[in-house]
């Protein structure tokens, strides 16, 4: 099975547990005999396509933006342009995917264009939510709107995975979703 991701995060960029969480997924698959290509933002020192010692293909891509006046959100829409053309040009090169699986609400937009344009499904992990960032309440503004995005990205999606039992419930319960499409992955993957 061929498996295309998208991160904002992949190391060398590691801020948080994403990127940990990622690699650590798709070194997982291709052991386990699949294909696997992450489409992910540039960052310095990083090459732009390369392969990792394990196999995993890393697409970098730049995401600098027109100046825009406007919140976060606007910035990650627009950035996610970047991630469907890189996902054009592999495809252009032979990698169709089966499976689009998008990593967290920052390339929502992206994995739903690329699933909807390789006729494939979405796969979306949420490694944190809107709600969970802000124990269970949602402020006006800039909250709203990416909890928005991501109740729309969740229930466009064929699963969905958390990292943990507690993020499974909230997102059950905050998207209303199936409980049957909501799997959990932990965030250690590897659990020796």
């Known amino acids: ?34 294909e696997v290509a992450v489409i992910t933002r540039r960052v310095v020192g990083a090459d732009a396509d390369t392969v990792t010692p394990e196999g995993v293909r890393v697409v970098r891509v730049g995401v600098d933006l027109p100046w ?37 609400w920052q390339v929502g937009w992206a994995g739903s264009t690329v699933a909807a344009w390789v006729d494939s499904p979405l796969v979306t992990t949420f490694h944190g939510t809107e709600r969970s960032r802000h124990a269970g309440h949602l402020p006006s503004g800039q909250p709203e709107d990416i909890h928005t995005v991501e109740w729309w990205q ?35 993957i590897d659990a020796t």
């Open 154 to 188: 969740a229930t466009s999606s064929a699963r969905v995975i958390a990292t943990t039992r507690l993020m499974v419930r909230g997102i059950v319960e905050g998207f209303e979703l199936d409980p049957e499409c909501v799997h959990r992955v932990p965030a250690g």
């Open 1 to 34: 099975m061929r498996v295309l991701m998208l991160s904002w995060e992949f190391p060398p960029s590691s801020p948080g547990g994403n990127a940990a969480h990622v690699s650590g997924l798709a070194r997982a698959l291709v052991r386990a005999g699949h």
């Open 68 to 104: 825009l006046p406007t919140p976060l959100l606007t910035a990650m829409a627009s950035a996610n342009h970047a991630l469907v053309r890189a996902a054009a040009e592999l495809r252009r090169s032979g990698f169709a995917p089966d499976v689009v699986h998008a990593h967290d």
